[in-house]
T-cell receptor, first 111, second 117 residues
């Protein structure tokens, strides 16, 4: 059974600082890994998807890396802004097409 | 993006009553999912479907049933609601990722908040 862990559970940084969010998974036999953003009381918005054959994926200020052998993915957010405050979740898609989520990291960017 | 509509968005019910949540998509995506989200547990898969009348259990399927009689609709039913089923329920579909050729992403609905008294 795939276990996905996100540490820390919460993070507070001043505006302008780079954010580093960690995600680890126990079973390296994944199809892809996806990062989501969730605002309070809202659904999940997909940010980035990294296929198992890729090492990283970039979109604007966001960069996600994947190291399957060590069971880790990292989401980097450059030059954080107050609008980046949200909960960020990672999810690993196993080869049986089931998605396992981490519990999320709640980010607060202080103005 | 596939339009995903969940209904109802909010519901309060009493223990022992049946409840049905509906997920509707505007495109013919094959895979649909029901998750619940609870503090400290993240999102957990309840059931999923890989086609009309083709469904399978997730990790927390006890007390829930699903039906998919049409491609666009995936129904989640709580036959006899319990207080432990108070949660936020999310429907998701799997659709091609525009940024990654050959990859599929999960796209989520806005959620249905269920309170069982």
């Amino acid at each position: 059974k795939q276990e996905v862990t996100q540490i820390p559970a919460a993070l507070s940084v001043p505006e302008g600082e780079n954010l580093v969010l960690n995600c680890s998974f126990t079973d390296s036999a994944i199809y892809n890994l996806q990062w989501f953003r969730q605002d309070p009381g809202k659904g999940l918005t997909s940010l980035l998807l990294i296929q198992s054959s890729q090492r990283e994926q970039t979109s604007g200020r966001l960069n996600a890396s994947l190291d399957k052998s060590s069971g880790r993915s990292t989401l980097y957010i450059a030059a954080s802004q107050p609008g980046d405050s949200a909960t960020y979740l990672c999810a690993a898609l196993s080869n049986d097409y089931k998605l396992s989520f981490g519990a999320g990291t709640t980010v607060t960017v202080r103005a | 993006d596939a339009g995903i509509t969940q209904s109802p968005r909010h519901k309060v019910t009493e223990t022992g009553t049946p409840v049905t949540l509906r997920c509707h998509q505007t495109e013919n995506h094959r895979y649909m999912y029901w998750y619940r989200q609870d503090p400290g547990h993240g999102l957990r898969l309840i059931h999923y479907s890989y086609g009309v009348k083709d469904t399978d259990k997730g990790e927390v399927s006890d007390g829930y049933s699903v039906s998919r009689s049409k491609t666009e609709d995936f129904l989640l039913t709580l036959e006899s609601a319990t207080s432990s089923q108070t949660s936020v329920y999310f429907c998701a579909i799997s659709e091609p990722d525009r940024a990654s050729s050959g990859a599929n992403v999960l796209t989520f609905g806005a959620g249905s908040r269920l309170t069982v008294l």
